[in-house]
């Protein structure tokens, strides 16, 4: 089982940066592919971007591309999401969550396939 804990949220004005971390328990987060999903008021939850376990490949949706980066840090236990050039529309909850996978090398990209949540971290952008 793995605990997630996320932090580095804000309120931002239009155009700026932030960076998301989000740290884990355990001894065995590198068996564990990774993601980061946002939910805003009235909307359902969505995938932002995935990282595999090894950290070799990523996946950002649309929306973000472009503009926010995943990475991780095996040894520190840790998944960033530097997100850049925030836009008013980029305003949610943002969620890490983690998959724990033996084999495949990939990423994931639908809620329900990742087993654990953090509690989220507000961002907040301003016009």
Do not use: H
């Amino acid at each position: 089982q793995v605990q997630l804990v996320e932090s580095g949220g804000g309120l931002v004005q239009a155009g700026g940066s932030l960076r998301l971390s989000c740290a884990a328990s355990g001894r065995t987060f590198s068996s564990y592919a990774m993601g980061w999903f946002r939910q805003a008021p009235g909307k359902e939850r969505e995938f932002v971007a995935g990282i595999s376990r090894s950290g070799v490949r990523t996946l950002s949706a649309d929306s973000v591309k472009g503009r926010f980066t995943i990475s991780r840090d095996n040894a520190k236990n840790t998944v960033d999401l530097q997100m850049n050039s925030l836009k008013p529309e980029d305003t949610a909850v943002y969620f890490c969550a983690a998959k724990s996978t033996l084999y495949f090398t990939g990423t994931y990209i639908t809620a329900v396939e990742y087993d654990y949540w953090g509690q989220g971290t507000q961002v907040t952008v301003s016009s």
